[in-house]
């Protein structure tokens, strides 16, 4: 279901878009903090009671909402600065995102099994399996971001420069939810619109995270449709497109954890 925006007056769209570029996100962030909490709000309404359970006992924490930010703050630190390269994968427009992501094991395509792997494993230290589920989650939500499966060439959009009523910006932070975060929204009002998209839950649960990456590149004929100076029209689809990935990425989220976890 794509949800329908009002166009603003003129004057209230620069508002908008202003507004937008003063509050995005680090490009570096996937969905940023502000994604990950919608997409991870939609799988913890889904958790079955077992791996809700397993969820608390591991971080101490009763929800889902919040975990995946771990991800991005520790890739700063020196002792985890190898992980940077797994929050995405770069393929070109023609090759086969299975033949690169079976090249390398340095991508989110990888680190999505390997940490469900790791998660899995009851043989592992509670501390490991912490770090395996804090992974998981963050990482299935990236790979649901368009430019997280981007070209090499412009470093999955950082290197598109855009300027918006009179500001830099550039393509990939308008993609890590700036858009959203200009809509003048709460968190709640967000909420609701990524889970009007889950009734569509069913034809999502079959796929796996070669699949979620092959989404995403199916996407960039879309991301790189934009024209100068960006229109509203543009941020209205990139709105639409974001709100069914965070979607997506909170139903598979969910099911990963309960295949793992639940006994029902």
Known sequence: MALKFASPTTGCALIAVATIFTILPSAANGFGVLGHRLAERVAD?????????????????ASLVGLGAWADRVRYRPAWEHTAPWHYINVADDDSIAAVSRATSDHVVWAIE???????????????????????????????QPLHVGRASDRGGNGVELIVDGRTTNLHRLWDTGALAGTGRGEAQLSAAVAAHVPSQD????TAPLAWAEESRALRERVYAFERPISQEYLRDVRAVVERRLAQAGVRLAATLNRMFCTG
Not at 126 to 141: K, W
Request: charged fraction near 20%.
């Open 203 to 206: 034809e999502w649960l079959s």
């Open 45 to 61: 309404s889904l958790l079955c009671q077992d791996a809700a359970a397993v969820v608390e006992q591991l971080t101490g924490s």
């Open 114 to 144: 390997q940490f469900v792997d790791e998660l899995s494993a009851t043989d592992n230290t509670v501390e490991q399996r912490t770090d395996a589920l804090r992974f998981v989650v963050h990482f299935i939500i990236d790979v649901h």
